[in-house]
Structure formats: C-alpha cells, structure tokens
C-alpha cells in the first residue's frame, strides 16, 4: 500500500523558515517524480514544487520560487521542501503527491494527508 | 499569468449526468496538458481520478470519464450518487510548472 506521510508543519513568524518531510513507503521511492501541493485554508489546491526521481530536475512555482527548496534522499524514502523567508500567504496544509512520468502519463496518482504550516505572529 | 478556470458550483439530481469543464486561458486544452481531475471531500486528501484526459485509476468508479470538449477538458459523472457531492479539481501541465483550476463544488440534491 502506497503511503505518504508528511511531517514538519508548525506556526512559524513571517520571515521565519521550517522544514518539512514526507515519508515515503510502500513504493519504489527512487523510481518516482514527486511534487509538494498546498491548499490554503477554505481555498483550492496551487501546485508548489517538482522533483524528478533522479534530483537532475526541479520546478518551482513563481509565488515560491527563490524561498523554498525541494530536494529528496532515495536511500531514507524521503521528501522535503524547505520553506524560508515565509510569509502569511503561505500558510496552507502541505501536501506531498506521487507523480507518474512516463510516455504517455503526467499525473498525480497518491496524496498524503498533509501538514499545517500557520505563518503569523 | 496561467489561469485554469472550472466552474464555481454545480448542482445534479441523483441518478443524473453532469460535465465539469476546465479551460485555459492560453489557448485550447489538449492532450499535451495531460489532464488530470481529482476529488476532494471535506476534511479529506484529494484523490486521484482521470488522468491524461481520459485514464482511469484502479480506484475510479465506472462512471466518471473525462474528455476533451470544444478545446476544454472534461469530467462527466453518470448515474451521479449522493456520494459524489465533492470540490472537482482539474490540473493541467504547462511544461515545467503545474497550475490547478479554482475547483467545482458539486452538489448533489
């Protein structure tokens, strides 16, 4: 069974930084892209950030670019994004998603539950 | 800016068939976007439904089908049950970023 657990989320002062994970398992972590997606509260889903399954490739949306991090360890079966100069706009629940990449597909197939990052003072 | 637009609301009687759409404000959605949709209760982690336009998931019921429609992309529920009331949720890929439509809230009465 495909699990995705996140972890990390907190309150946190504008300006400050946190750091979140995402346990991987039931998967071959390695063989898989990833993306983080957040959801503010009462609003829609905005895509955050990719990684592919090597690291070799990174995307970013333009709202974060430049302050957060996405990176991965294939050997802990983990997932992070780390999150600085955060501001009250990004408060939202994080979601790590698996992504399928193949010829044919470009999709999220499993999502974890999530992880609330509050940024206010 | 990549805007990705569905409808607010919509509301279908059980039993009935309705389509939710998802438009691009850069042009005519294709295959090429891989559209994907996803379903989202309250309180719960969205799931995956369709993916690149019409692929179903193990996990899809039978009647949800997604297309593409006059250059938008398509969810059509069948035979709509009152489990179905949910937030809709298209996303389409714009070549190295993401980018998620408003989300329908669909209600079932």
């Known amino acids: 069974e495909v699990q995705l657990v996140e972890s990390g989320g907190g309150l946190v002062q504008p300006g400050g930084s946190l750091r979140l994970s995402c346990a991987a398992s039931?998967?071959?972590?390695?063989?898989?892209?990833m993306n983080w997606v957040r959801q503010a509260p009462g609003k829609g889903l905005e895509w955050v950030s990719y990684i592919s399954s090597s690291s070799s490739t990174i995307y970013y949306a333009d709202s974060v670019k430049g302050r957060f991090t996405i990176s991965r360890d294939n050997a802990k079966n983990s997932l992070y994004l780390q999150m600085n100069s955060l501001r009250a706009e990004d408060t939202a629940l994080y979601y790590c998603?698996?992504?399928?990449?193949?010829?044919?597909?470009?999709?999220?197939?499993?999502w974890g539950q999530g992880t609330l990052v509050t940024v206010s003072s | 800016q990549t805007v990705v637009t569905q409808e607010p609301s919509l509301t279908v009687s059980p039993g009935g068939t309705v389509t939710l759409t998802c438009t691009s404000n850069t042009g005519a959605v294709t295959s090429g976007y891989y559209p994907n949709w996803f379903q989202q209760k309250p309180g719960q982690a969205p799931r995956a439904l369709i993916y690149?336009?019409?692929n179903k998931h193990s996990w899809t019921p039978a009647r949800f089908s997604g297309s593409l429609l006059g250059g938008k992309a398509a969810l059509t529920l069948s035979g709509v049950q009152p489990e179905d009331e949910a937030e809709y949720y298209c996303l389409l890929y714009y070549g190295g970023a993401w980018v998620f439509g408003g989300g329908t809230k669909l209600t079932v009465l």
């Open positions: 039931g998967f071959t972590f390695s063989s898989h892209s």
């Open positions: 690149s336009t019409s």
């Open positions: 998603a698996r992504v399928v990449v193949t010829d044919r597909r470009l999709d999220i197939d499993y």
